[in-house]
Antibody
Framework: QVQLVQSGAEVKKPGASVKVSCKASGYTFTSYHFNWVRQATGQGLEWMGWMNPSSGNTGYAQKFQGRVTMTRNTSINTAYMELSSLRSEDTAVYFC????????????WGQGTLVTVSS | EIVLTQSPGTLSLSPGERATLSCRASQSVGSTYLAWYQQKPGQAPRLLIYGASTRATGIPDRFSGSGSGTDFTLTISRLEPEDFAVYYCQQYGETFGQGTKVEIK
């Protein structure tokens, strides 16, 4: 069965960077786009960007341009999202999600990774 | 940037009742690009509807989606206890609405 398993919770200081991983199993890793979505406590969902794991091509939401980098390692079926210059407002749960059947939707999601930014 | 506005913010209903959730876009959105998700506390979102009206795999037929252009609707025909959750619409694989909470009355 399809599974996306994310790395564990992180605590970072303002100005630092965080790199979250998302290991895929149960399907051909390079056949579906990855997306990253975050959610601050009690808030809604915020899309951060997408990555084509076959080509490595990416597209980022304007809000995160210059601060986010999405990469992958196809040998271990793992996608990564790195966010730099962290500030307190980046405290949130970060989800990876696989591109779904309609191409513009996300059908499988990781369990989420809590990133806390605090001095 | 297209903004999605969901209404109402909270819907208080009883099990067995019908729920009608609205998602309005600031500009026309192709139906192909509109999806709906359900999220329960502490869980990742679950895809319910894609292409505005196609149920995702395993989604019960009490969930239905409709609409076009700037106005889209998610309908739950008869609420089951497990349907009380927050629902989000999304367009073009990017922007999400702010969510509608369906709570038990």
């Amino acid at each position: 069965q399809v599974q996306l398993v994310q790395s564990g919770a992180e605590v970072k200081k303002p100005g630092a960077s965080v790199k979250v991983s998302c290991k895929a199993s149960g399907y051909t890793f390079t056949s579906y786009h990855f997306n990253w979505v975050r959610q601050a406590t009690g808030q809604g969902l915020e899309w951060m960007g997408w990555m084509n794991p076959s080509s490595g091509n990416t597209g980022y939401a304007q809000k995160f341009q210059g601060r986010v980098t999405m990469t992958r390692n196809t040998s271990i079926n793992t996608a990564y999202m790195e966010l730099s210059s962290l500030r307190s407002e980046d405290t949130a749960v970060y989800f990876c999600a696989r591109g779904g059947p309609g191409n513009w939707d996300f059908d499988y999601w990781g369990q989420g990774t809590l990133v806390t930014v605090s001095s | 940037e297209i903004v999605l506005t969901q209404s109402p913010g909270t819907l208080s209903l009883s099990p067995g009742e019908r729920a009608t959730l609205s998602c309005r876009a600031s500009q026309s959105v192709g139906s192909t690009y509109l999806a709906w998700y359900q999220q329960k506390p502490g869980q990742a979102p679950r895809l319910l509807i894609y292409g505005a009206s196609t149920r995702a795999t395993g989604i019960p037929d009490r969930f239905s989606g409709s609409g076009s252009g700037t106005d889209f609707t998610l309908t739950i025909s008869r609420l089951e206890p497990e349907d009380f959750a927050v629902y989000y619409c999304q367009q073009y694989g990017e922007t999400f609405g702010q969510g509608t909470k369906v709570e038990i009355k």
